[in-house]
């Protein structure tokens, strides 16, 4: 079994740029999420992807974006960045709606942006 | 606003002891509980859950208390070993037409002393 894959793991960005994070979900999985984890706090939720559609959102700008495809996986897209954008990014999976079951993490991708 | 609080930054047990860690939440419409362990540069890894119609789960070392009334829960560790030091975050879930939105906690750092 495939757990939940993350790439880049690590990226740096100047403030104004666009950056695009990778999540391929543990296989069997069609629902896709993204946390933002700031330093000192826990994960902060961002939005759910299931069959491809967004289905749920956090408190977060538009300017965070994403897409699930049809094989689950699914990018984080993050434009005008900000310094505050500096953050561990986390994916997680889960087998499906209406039936609560943990989410599977990635290690994550660590953004910092100067 | 907080809706998950996890009071206690930092444990330190001995090891062969029994670890207790807290949580306490506001939501009442919160009716599925996680527990999640992170080891630095690692995502989050599930540990326990619990559904609000019980009070009690358990599984080998591990046991997740729910006190609804309350509104806290407690994950034990007995008997609590070198390896379980690690950040523990208190995760808890509210049905949001079929989004699983987890609202973390700040996480506690538990240490186990040899």
């Known amino acids: 079994e495939t757990g939940v894959t993350q790439s880049p793991t690590h990226l740096i960005k100047t403030r104004g740029q666009q950056v695009t994070l990778r999540c391929s979900s543990q296989s069997g999985h069609n629902t896709v999420s993204w946390y933002q984890q700031a330093l000192g706090q826990g994960p902060q939720f961002i939005f759910q992807y299931y069959r491809e559609e967004e289905n749920g959102r956090g408190n977060f700008p538009p300017r965070f974006s994403g897409l699930q495809f049809p094989n689950y996986s699914s990018e984080l897209n993050v434009n005008a960045l900000e310094l505050d954008d500096s953050a561990l990014y986390l994916c997680?999976?889960?087998?499906?709606?209406?039936?609560?079951?943990?989410?599977?993490f990635g290690n994550g991708t660590r953004l910092t942006v100067t | 606003d907080q809706q998950v609080k996890q009071n206690s930054p930092s444990l330190s047990v001995q090891e062969g002891r029994i670890s207790i860690l807290n949580c306490d939440y506001t939501?009442?419409?919160?009716?599925?509980f996680l527990w999640y362990k992170k080891y630095p540069a690692e995502g989050p890894t599930f540990l326990i859950s619990?559904?609000?119609?019980?009070d009690k789960n358990e599984d080998g070392r591990f046991t997740v208390f729910l006190n609804k009334s309350a509104k806290h829960l407690s994950l034990h560790i007995v008997p609590s070993q070198p390896g379980d030091s690690a950040v523990y975050f208190c995760?808890?879930?509210?049905?949001?037409?079929?989004?699983?939105?987890?609202?973390f906690g700040k996480g506690t750092k538990l240490t186990v002393n040899p």
């Open positions: 997680a999976s889960s087998i499906g709606q209406g039936v609560p079951s943990p989410l599977h």
């Open positions: 619990i559904s609000s119609i019980k």
């Open positions: 995760a808890a879930s509210e049905p949001q037409g079929g989004s699983e939105k987890l609202v």
């Open positions: 939501n009442s419409m919160f009716d599925y």
